[in-house]
């Protein structure tokens, strides 16, 4: 967090703005001078400190990463393509699916969408989701018009129309509770209001933002809203993949095995009203699955 320093020479004082930070093990600080007094405007240059922080640690990194990523795919042949492609849409739907307690394993998530083959005594509302996820990633990739809650509704409504028909593409009516969490979901007479500041946001801030803190605020900005009566998760992980997509860097895989972590993230942002928490933990994972790229 940025914090506001006070130094006194020859009694006099003058003010900094300082920001901690951790690299290869070691706590370093970025300072900036602001001068005898606080500024008014306090909170852009707290903001501007922040984004020239990221600029050096993280995104010049994502930046190459998108660039090694280019130069891949253009001596990749396209059946090579096309199957990586779906091998990434297999392992996205096996993790998504598992975070919110499919029963699936990977090996039978993969015979049912690669050769069709049904898994014998699993549920059919674990199957039925398995499927029409990958459907509705492909859908995803395809979709090249301006994101709006219509385009969520309608993925939503896909994915759960055969398991969740009474839930499938509506904006709830009810409250609900994050089972494990402090954090207490948005009442539903709150919800409209803050679906059209979500996405009045996602629309002035998706050419100014840089794409993976966009896909993580993305992330994080829409689950907490939890307008879904089920599948909140679900659909804010397809929307981080959209914006990492569209903007040509890889997508990403929240794995089932980093779902401690990954919650943690998102509560203490919750918590604390602080979503650099969930943003910085996003970017570390980021870097750590794309580590190839980065040569």
């Not at 509770?177 to 500041?197: A, C, M, Q, V």
Request: glycine share 4%; hydrophobic share 35%; aromatic share 14%.
């Amino acid at each position: 967090m940025v914090s506001i320093k006070k130094k006194i020479i020859d009694e006099k004082a003058y003010y900094y703005i300082e920001h901690s930070y951790r690299k290869n093990g070691q706590v370093h600080k970025k300072e900036k001078y602001l001068g005898t007094k606080i500024p008014k405007n306090i909170e852009k240059l707290k903001e501007a400190l922040l984004l020239e922080l990221y600029q050096e640690l993280w995104f010049k990194k994502f930046d190459i990463i998108k660039d090694n990523l280019s130069k891949r795919k253009k001596n990749l042949p396209k059946s090579i393509e096309e199957k990586d492609l779906e091998y990434f849409a297999i392992i996205f739907t096996y993790t998504t699916n598992k975070i919110e307690g499919s029963t699936l394993t990977y090996r039978e998530t993969a015979l049912l969408l690669e050769k069709g083959i049904t898994p014998a005594n699993r549920s059919i509302e674990d199957i039925k989701e398995a499927e029409q996820h990958r459907e509705v990633f492909y859908d995803m990739l395809k979709y090249d018009k301006k994101i709006r809650m219509s385009t969520l509704l309608y993925w939503h409504k896909k994915i759960f129309q055969y398991t969740k028909k009474n839930k499938a593409g509506k904006i709830r009516d009810y409250p609900v509770r994050i089972s494990g969490s402090k954090h207490i979901p948005p009442t539903p007479i709150e919800l409209d209001l803050l679906i059209r500041e979500f996405f009045n946001w996602y629309n002035q801030n998706k050419n100014k933002v840089h794409p993976i803190q966009l896909a993580a605020l993305a992330h994080f900005k829409f689950v907490s809203i939890h307008p879904f009566g089920d599948g909140n998760g679900r659909i804010s992980r397809l929307l981080m993949n959209y914006v990492l997509n569209e903007n040509g860097y890889p997508m990403l895989i929240i794995d089932y095995t980093q779902r401690k972590s990954y919650y943690t993230a998102l509560e203490r942002s919750n918590m604390t009203n602080d979503e650099r928490i969930f943003t910085l933990w996003f970017f570390r994972r980021y870097l750590k699955e794309n580590k190839e790229f980065l040569g």
